[in-house]
């Protein structure tokens, strides 16, 4: 039976946080209980900062759950990339904001004994196409030149041949939950507080700032928004930095699985590690990726990474099959720092372009040093402001291109909904009822539940997501379930229930 999660996630149980009490006080609010918000939060308690973070789910449950849970500063083959479009000093400030992460988390899980399948390998960047050779040459060069220990080969632990690899030497895999599940107990034991289904709504930024959550206020010297999308629109994030879905499952092998993590670095991507589970080993196999709502039926997806996986290996069960969703910035550089070049006292931290284990972490470095009043010497690479340079608006436009077509061209289409009547048991789809248009999904039982097909977020007209069975905005990622709750933001309110 293929359970429909993560393995790290599929645990007996998890430690409760209680709702935020009504309206409060902190010096430092948080918002967002994953890698990125956990990781800053310890940083500032530990330095003596009163810090308060909300989750409007479990601690874990959101992005960081859903990883493939890579401890890396090999990113696929993007050194070259980013020397190119953002010249080597801030290339370099990425290569070591990251492998100063890993240094961190390595710090954290040994000093502090957290238990989380920690364990160091080699990464490698493949590709399959003697064409490609030279692409993977260069990259080798340039993340060597950054300072990365990062070296060409041509053979791998991988049971196909590759043209060429890119292999960095001493990177690391663990759990991503018991990890961030770790550093949540160490925060509790450094003074914070974590309120978890304590969604935030909105904010009033000021001295102090006013976060607007569903269980009261909370009032705070400083918010950092770390919630994967940040759910406010002044951050301009969205027309920025678009969300991807991408695939994962895991499965059972016959032999051992390779000793590496893995990733193509041409399409279709296909990312590959092994984690320790019941005394054995599951192969990890991921890839797939879309922009949300745009990639067409999702279960093939699942369906095209078990071939893939039948194909190189002796596949017994697949055990696990979940995906999640990433904050892809259009210059590839991921956004931490203030919210909007006026705010002063409020940050975010988002778009790790599916990389968000070091990326994460990197993001609290930078964070939690400008809250105390730090220089950081990577703060100017990944700062928000850049996005209103000239160099990003040719990806800016083709952005909101892509939006402005979503908007019109859907409801174009939805002008001939279907009928409630064609909507066989397990399928969704907009359809006419009585004399509305709405978003409707037939229940395995025969029961229809019906919402209505327009995003709360900023009013694009939802798809059908018939993996995951959600209802998913093609715009900025929003997703819903088929009763009307948000389960993704940057929507912070649930669809409207028709039927
Ligand atoms: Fe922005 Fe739906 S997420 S319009």
Redesign the pocket.
């Known amino acids: 039976m293929t359970k429909a999660t993560s393995p790290w996630l599929d645990v007996e149980s998890r430690p409760e946080h209680a709702p935020l009490a009504g309206d409060s006080r902190t010096e430092v609010a948080v918002v967002g209980a994953g890698i990125a918000g956990l990781a800053t939060a310890l940083l500032l308690a530990e330095a003596g900062r009163q810090v308060t973070v909300v989750e409007m789910d479990r601690v874990g449950a959101g992005a960081t759950g859903y990883t493939t849970a890579k401890v890396s500063s090999q990113h696929g083959m993007i050194y070259d990339g980013l020397i190119s479009k953002h010249g080597e000093e801030k290339a370099r400030a990425y290569a070591e904001a990251n492998e100063a992460a890993l240094a961190l988390i390595a710090g954290w899980v040994e000093e502090r004994s957290i238990e989380c399948a920690w364990r160091r390998r080699p990464a490698f960047a493949y590709v399959l196409s003697d064409g490609q050779r030279k692409h993977a040459a260069n990259e080798a060069e340039a993340a060597a030149r950054l300072g990365l220990p990062a070296s060409l080969v041509h053979e791998t632990p991988l049971p196909y041949p590759v043209s060429a690899a890119v292999r960095f030497d001493d990177q690391a895999e663990f759990d991503a939950y018991l990890f961030v599940a770790g550093l949540a107990r160490e925060l509790v034991a450094a003074g914070g507080t974590i309120a978890e289904r304590t969604r935030a709504t909105g904010l009033g930024e000021g001295s102090p700032n006013r976060l607007e959550t569903d269980r009261g206020t909370l009032t705070a010297d400083h918010v950092v928004v770390a919630s994967h999308y940040p759910f406010l629109d002044r951050a301009l994030v ?1 027309p920025r930095a678009s ?1 991807q879905r991408s695939y994962s499952i895991a499965v059972r092998i016959g032999g051992e699985p390779p000793e590496g993590m893995f990733i193509s670095a041409e399409g279709p991507t296909r990312s590959i590690r092994a984690a320790p589970r019941d005394g054995g080993e599951l192969l990890l196999v991921g890839g797939e990726g879309h922009k949300v709502g745009q990639g067409g039926r999702s279960r093939e997806r699942y369906h095209r990474l078990e071939e893939f996986a039948r194909e190189h290996w002796e596949v017994g069960s697949t055990d696990y099959r979940w995906s999640t969703q990433d904050a892809v910035p259009a210059d590839g550089m991921p956004l931490f720092g203030r919210l909007t070049p006026r705010s002063k006292t409020a940050w975010m931290a988002t778009g790790f372009a599916k990389w968000g284990m070091t990326n994460g972490v990197a993001a609290a470095m930078v964070l939690s040093d400008a809250i105390g009043g730090r220089e950081n010497p990577w703060a100017a690479t990944f700062d928000p402001s850049r996005l209103r340079t000239r160099a990003s608006a040719p990806s800016l436009v083709k952005e909101n291109l892509n ?1 402005g077509l979503h ?1 019109v061209g859907d409801r174009v289409r939805d002008l001939h909904p279907g009928s409630l009547d064609e909507l066989a048991p397990g399928e969704g789809g907009i359809v006419s009822h009585e004399g509305e248009t709405v978003a409707a999904y037939r229940r395995p039982d025969g029961t229809v539940s019906a919402v209505s097909p327009t ?6 007209r ?1 798809r059908f997501n018939d993996a995951e069975r959600s209802w998913d ?6 997703r819903f379930d088929v009763d009307g709750a948000v389960i993704e ?3 912070v309110r649930d669809l409207e229930r028709k039927l």
């Open positions: 969205f969300a939006v908007f995003c709360t977020h900023l009013w694009c939802l905005c093609p715009c900025h990622g929003s933001g940057p929507a």
